[in-house]
């Protein structure tokens, strides 16, 4: 686990933190964007959960604000039939041993002012940096919005569409995007020299005593 800026990165591992996940989730993708069912229990749970990883970012109260899913290869992955239909052909995402694909990943609503977003989602950035590089992880992939596909490409993350934009049932417009950790190394040191080295500078790590969380 590591501290930054006030903040808490870590890997989810102990229930109370897993079941923050699943709630999160379901306020964000079940009751606001409605992509998932709505529960009984307010928890968004699925099959891939039985073997994912989870990360979160957790604020000085210990609520965890931000939170993003890794389905590492070979294991089945969304895009491989939930959203099946972004890709087609030789378009298809080919899987290798160093891949893995970002789902979930979303902000608590509540927090979501510009200044507080971009905060959160940086420290999710950092952290999805630093888990790939322990991983051994070089390729990520995940699906996004178009509105999404442009914050990466600002921000300086070098992503590159397969395929293209498709409408979606609920009229939004996605598509499957890739990222290569070494292209990213090699394009923002340059593009956005700043943010790289925040991204790739090794957090502060916090001693698990001085925390109630589980370990990373």
Known sequence: MVREKGFLIKTLSAYEEMEQG???RHEVFSEELRWAPISEDRKEVDRYDSFASCLGVFDMEQRLIGYTR???SPRPF???KEFAGLTTGEERIKKSRD???ITR???RKQGRRADYILRVSNLLYKGIYHWSLKMGIRHLVMVVDRR???LLRFTGIPVKMVGSFIVMPDSVQAAVIRLDLDEFREVAIYKSP???YWVTT???HVPSQELSHGPC
Do not use: G, K
């Open 148 to 150: 999404y596909y442009r």
């Open 99 to 101: 891949m893995a694909e």
């Open 70 to 72: 890794f389905i590492t």
């Open 105 to 107: 990943l979303c902000v």
């Open 22 to 24: 699943y709630r999160l």
């Open 202 to 204: 090794e957090p502060d």
């Open 78 to 80: 969304m895009i491989d």
């Open 194 to 196: 700043e943010f790289y």
